[in-house]
C-alpha cells in the first residue's frame, strides 16, 4: 500500500522537477535571446545613421548603386550576419545584400521603424523580417532625407541574419549559453537527486509504521504480531517530535485498546457461553422435575393416596418456586447491568436495617438450627445509600451464610467503623472455600467444586447481584475463607457524619 503511496509521491515529484525544469530552460533561453537582442540592438542602434552619413545612398528618389554595392560589400566583410535593406518612403524594398532568391516581402511596416527613431527605450523593438512573412528581428533604422529636408526612403538593417533564427543555432554560437544550460542541467539533476532521497528519508518511518498496520491488521489485530518487530516502533516510543511521531504514539496507544478491548470481547462471548450453558441447565432441570411430577399425578390420578399426592405437590410447587426464583434473580441481575440503572442514594441508619434483615431471616436460621446473631457498636452514623439496594445485598449475603452453615453453626453479622466508613461483614462457621476457587465465586453461575459442601440448591447469581448493586455504590465485596473453618464476606459503605461516639460492645445472641 505504502509502495504505491512512495511511487505517486516520487512520480508527482519527478513531474513537478521536470515541469520546473523545462520552464526553467524556457525561461532561460527566452529570456537570453531577449537580452542578447536587446544588447545587439543598443550597441548597433547608429549603425544605420553612420552609414547614412557617410554614404550618399538616394539622390532625388533614384538609387546610388555604387555607394549600395560598396556598403553592400563593406558590411559583408566585417559582420556577415548583418543585411542591409534599402526602402523608399512607403517601406517597398528597392534593394537589399542578400540573395534574391531568399527574400519574400516586398515591402517593410514602418511603425517599428518610426517607433525606433523616435528614441524609445523599451528594446528590443523588432521589425519585418524580408526573409520571413511571419518572422520579426531587431534591425537598426536611419531616413535618407532629400536636399529640400523631406523623407526619400530609409535604410534597414538586420543586425541578426539566419545565424540566430532558431535556439540550436544560438546555443552553437554561444559558449557561455552552452555552459549556463549545463549549469542548469546539473541542478536540476542534483535537486532532483536530493528530493527523492530526502522524500526516502522522511518517509522510512511512515513506510515502517504503515508495514507495522499492515502486518497487525493481517494478524487478526493480535497484539503480539506488532511487539515482535522492535524497530518498527521503535519511533513509536520515542519522545514525540513531530506529527509521524505523534501518529505512531496514537497507533501504539490504539493497538492497546483494541487488544484489550478484543480479550474483554473473548471473555465476554465465554462468560455468555458459560451463561447460557447454565441458565439452561439451571431452567432445565426444575422444569424436567416439575413436569415429572405433574405428569406422575397425571397418569396416576385416583390411584395415589392424598398423602402422597400432596408429596408431589409440594415437590412440584419447590420446583417451580426455585424456577420463579431463578427468573427473577436473572431480571434483577439484567437490570443492574443496565446503563440506565441509577441507585436512588439517601442517608439511612444501616444498624436498624441490619437489625430488621436478621429478625426476617432468624425463623430460616432457627429452621436449619444455626445461631444467627449481630455485633453493632453503638453510635454508628448514618450511611449514604440506596436503602432498598443495601438491604438486598444483606439478604444475600446472610442466605448465602445460613445455607451454607451445618446445624449448630454460627452466623454473625458485624458494624463497626474504619476511615470514615462503616464496615460490614457476614461471617459464618461453614465448610469454607477452596483457594483455588475463591477468586471466581462473584463470577456469574460459578459453582464452587467442593462435593462435600452440601450446597443449597441455587443459580449462583446472589454473590454476583451483590458485587453489581456495591460497585453501582463505588464499593467493592471482599471474601476471606479457610477450608473446613468457615468464610467472612465483607464490604464498606460511606458514611454521612462521623460517628458521635464508638465503643465496643458484647456480642448479642
Not at 29 to 51: D, M, P, S, W
Not at 109 to 114: A, M, N, R, S
Not at 485 to 490: A, I, K, L, Q, R
Request: aromatic share 6%; charged share 25%.
Amino acid at each position: 500500500m505504502f509502495t504505491t503511496l512512495y511511487g505517486k509521491l516520487a512520480s508527482v515529484l519527478i513531474g513537478l522537477f521536470c515541469l520546473i525544469g523545462a520552464g526553467a530552460i524556457v525561461l532561460t533561453l527566452y529570456t537570453t535571446r531577449l537580452h542578447f537582442q536587446e544588447v545587439n540592438q543598443k550597441l548597433n542602434r547608429t549603425l544605420a545613421e553612420r552609414i547614412v552619413s557617410e554614404k550618399l545612398l538616394m539622390q532625388e528618389g533614384l538609387v546610388n548603386e555604387e555607394a549600395i554595392k560598396d556598403i553592400f560589400h563593406i558590411l559583408m566583410v566585417i559582420n556577415p550576419s548583418i543585411e542591409v535593406y534599402l526602402l523608399d518612403d512607403q517601406g517597398r524594398i528597392l534593394t537589399f545584400s542578400a540573395p534574391p532568391s531568399k527574400v519574400k516581402r516586398q515591402s517593410i511596416t514602418l511603425d517599428p521603424l518610426k517607433q525606433f527613431l523616435s528614441g524609445a527605450e523599451d528594446l528590443p523593438i523588432l521589425g519585418d523580417d524580408p526573409r520571413d512573412l511571419s518572422r520579426k528581428k531587431i534591425f537598426s533604422a536611419f531616413p535618407i532625407e532629400s536636399l529640400s529636408g523631406s523623407i526619400q526612403g530609409y535604410l534597414y538593417v538586420i543586425l541578426g541574419g539566419e545565424e540566430f533564427d532558431s535556439v540550436s543555432q544560438m546555443l552553437e554560437g554561444s559558449y557561455i549559453l552552452r555552459l549556463s544550460l549545463w549549469a542548469v542541467l546539473a541542478t536540476m539533476l542534483f535537486a532532483l537527486v536530493t528530493g527523492l532521497f530526502t522524500l526516502r528519508v522522511l518517509t522510512h518511518r511512515l513506510r515502517a509504521l504503515a508495514v507495522t498496520m499492515e502486518r497487525f491488521k493481517r494478524s487478526d489485530f493480535l497484539k503480539q504480531s506488532v511487539v515482535t518487530d522492535q524497530s518498527h516502533l521503535q519511533p513509536m516510543r520515542a519522545e514525540p517530535r513531530d506529527e509521524i511521531d505523534e501518529l505512531g504514539t496514537i497507533f501504539t496507544q490504539m493497538v492497546d485498546r483494541i487488544h484489550t478491548q478484543v480479550t474483554q470481547l473473548n471473555q465476554t462471548d465465554q462468560l455468555r457461553r458459560e451463561l447460557v450453558a447454565n441458565v439452561s441447565h439451571d431452567l432445565r432441570t426444575p422444569l424436567t422435575s416439575l413436569q415429572g411430577y405433574l405428569e406422575t399425578l397425571s397418569m396416576k390420578e385416583g390411584t395415589l393416596s392424598p398423602q402422597e399426592q400432596r408429596t408431589y405437590l409440594e415437590i412440584a410447587t419447590k420446583h417451580g418456586e426455585r424456577l420463579s426464583k431463578l427468573i427473577a434473580e436473572l431480571f434483577e441481575l439484567a437490570k443492574l447491568n443496565s446503563p440506565e440503572m441509577m441507585p436512588h442514594i439517601e442517608p439511612f441508619s444501616l444498624s436498624e436495617l441490619v437489625q430488621d434483615v436478621v429478625q426476617e431471616l432468624r425463623f430460616m436460621a432457627e429452621k436449619k438450627q444455626v445461631h444467627l446473631q449481630t455485633d453493632i457498636r453503638d453510635g454508628l452514623p448514618f450511611v449514604s445509600a440506596d436503602i432498598g439496594l443495601i438491604e438486598r445485598v444483606l439478604e444475600n449475603l446472610i442466605v448465602n451464610a445460613i445455607r451454607h452453615t451445618p446445624e449448630r453453626g454460627v452466623v454473625i453479622v458485624t458494624l463497626s467503623f474504619e476511615n470514615e466508613k462503616l464496615v460490614t461483614q457476614v461471617t459464618d462457621t461453614g465448610c469454607g472455600i477452596p483457594p483455588e476457587d475463591l477468586p471466581y465465586i462473584f463470577d456469574r453461575y460459578y459453582r464452587v467444586g467442593n462435593s462435600e459442601q452440601g450446597r443449597a440448591p441455587g443459580a449462583g447469581l446472589g454473590l454476583a447481584i451483590s458485587k453489581r448493586i456495591l460497585e453501582l455504590h463505588g464499593s467493592s465485596i471482599e471474601a476471606h475463607s479457610i477450608l473446613n473453618d468457615g468464610t467472612t464476606f465483607t464490604f464498606h459503605l460511606h458514611t454521612v457524619q462521623p460517628s458521635i461516639e464508638i465503643r465496643d460492645s458484647s456480642p448479642k445472641a
